[in-house]
DNA sequence: TTTTGAGTTGTTCGA
DNA sequence: GTCGAACAACTCAAA
């Protein structure tokens, strides 16, 4: 088995996404050793010189890659697959992380879906196989000169779970006989651990859905709300996937741009979004987490999102890079067609209005401030609901928390009359 | 071809 | 405090 660690996969993302992914080769080293007595090989470089040199060295007539759908991806598939023909071998594509692969689910005209309802209906109707057995034996490939898989910096924050198969079914089996059941709301609430948390699990494949899917209709508990809306939102992720593998350019762009609109260059707000010192301190937790730990809850992904499109009119591809970098379990479709259906730019382009309100959705969805009291300090010693508005609070500003660098209502105003194109 | 109903997650205002 | 309407106009998917 050989991974090829090529410099593309890592563009663009912070130590913590590149110690995450070296976790998962480390964990996948140890599990096939464990399982077939034949470790990971893992190779620096460029994969069209990389897997060809390789076959050649051991006489490989057909090479085996599991299948990738981003833009890059395919790409680069394609090169390897020129490059071992030219020597006389095969390249042979064994599935895509998905329960359906992208590209296969079309209208009735035959079209690609641009709505996700009617993609998710046919997404069910489709259904999904299990996942695969294992391969009974593996070729040992570990007499062979390779690269190591490098070590996470010595000052990265701590990793809130582990890496690896092991650890992420012991993860989803968790989540399954607990938080399933009451997902459907739970999720929303940043201040709970009501999510499943596996999304980095299915970014790096050490989870299939199609193992959960499977799962899920053995264990009976398919029919209860939490167990559909968790189905869903894996629909939501084969979705962007199919959107992205039919419009490769959406990845940084615009899927629908909105006539007439325009955006500010990235500024001091949006440096201050960055850093989690906007002064409203729903925005400011969520970033402070991400910048903490390299995840943020996706209730709070929006909230933040909306601050930087809506408030501080920034085009979207300048956040979607933030968390590229940041994320752990930063996934290209997710995280750019995320970012476009906050920006009313992507598959989603009715709802014109939908401008969060920070405040509020504090309220809302951390309605004790426990959210925000773990992930701004400067806002600790204020009780309840009321680290959600400092400046109404005799003592909200004492520790350097800084004044909403904004008007929310003003920009607000602001946003719409963008889109109106006055 | 035309028509029709619908489109993840919201907010504000006024009765 | 609750509730319904308004907030652009457009595109999609299926009948």
């Known amino acids: 088995m050989l991974f090829v660690l090529d410099e593309v996969l890592l563009a663009g993302a912070g130590a913590t996404r590149e ?28 994969p069209s010189a990389i897997v060809p040199a390789l076959a050649r060295e051991i ?37 895509t992380p998905y329960a359906v692969g992208p590209g296969t689910l079309h209208t009735g005209a035959g079209t690609p879906f641009r709505v996700f309802t ?27 000169a390779g690269d190591p898989i490098p070590d996470p910096p010595a000052d990265l924050p701590p990793e809130d779970h582990e890496a690896g198969e092991q650890a992420a079914l012991a993860r989803w089996a968790d989540f399954r006989d607990g938080g399933l059941t009451a997902y459907d709301t739970e999720r929303d609430r940043p201040d709970h651990d009501g999510t499943s948390r596996l999304s980095e699990a299915l970014k790096y494949g050490e989870l299939h859905p199609r193992t959960l899917l499977a799962d899920l209709a053995a264990s009976g508990v398919i029919g209860s709300p939490g167990s559909a809306v968790f189905t869903t939102e894996l629909a939501w992720r084969e979705f962007y996937a199919d959107v992205l593998w039919h419009h490769p350019e959406s990845a940084w762009a615009d899927l629908r741009p909105i006539a007439g609109m325009t955006y500010d260059e990235p500024g001091a707000g949006f440096e201050a979004w960055q850093a989690g010192r906007t002064g409203y301190p729903f925005v400011d937790a969520g970033m402070r987490q991400l910048a903490a730990t390299g995840w943020m809850h996706n209730r709070v992904r929006m909230v933040t999102a909306s601050f930087l499109v809506k408030d501080l009119h920034v085009w979207w591809p300048h956040g979607a890079r ?37 405040i509020a959705q504090g309220r809302r969805f951390d309605p004790h401030g426990d959210y925000v009291r773990r992930w701004v300090p400067e806002l600790a010693h204020l009780p309840g609901a009321a680290a959600h508005e400092p400046w109404k ?30």
């Open 59 to 95: 006489g490989a007539r057909t090479v085996w890659v599991s299948g990738e759908t981003t833009p890059y991806g395919r790409q680069r598939d394609e090169s390897v697959r020129t490059a071992l023909t030219a020597l006389g071998a095969e390249l042979r594509v064994l599935g």
């Open 19 to 46: 110690a995450r992914m070296a976790a998962s080769l480390r964990a996948f080293d140890a599990d096939l050793r464990e399982r077939y007595a034949a470790g990971l090989l893992v190779r620096s470089g460029t």
């Open 118 to 144: 009617p993609f998710a209906r046919a997404w069910r109707a489709h259904g999904a196989p299990g996942p695969a057995p294992a391969p009974a034996t593996l070729r040992t490939l570990d007499g062979l």
């Open 393 to 422: 609070h005799p003592d909200g500003y004492v520790a350097g928390y800084p004044e909403p660098i904004l008007d929310h209502a003003l920009e607000r105003a602001e946003s719409l009359r963008r889109f109106r194109g006055d």
């Open 322 to 358: 933030h968390f590229m970098q940041l994320l752990r379990d930063g996934d290209l479709a997710s995280n750019s067609h995320g970012w476009q259906w906050t920006a009313g730019t992507g598959t989603d382009a009715a709802p014109y209005f939908r401008i969060f309100n920070p």
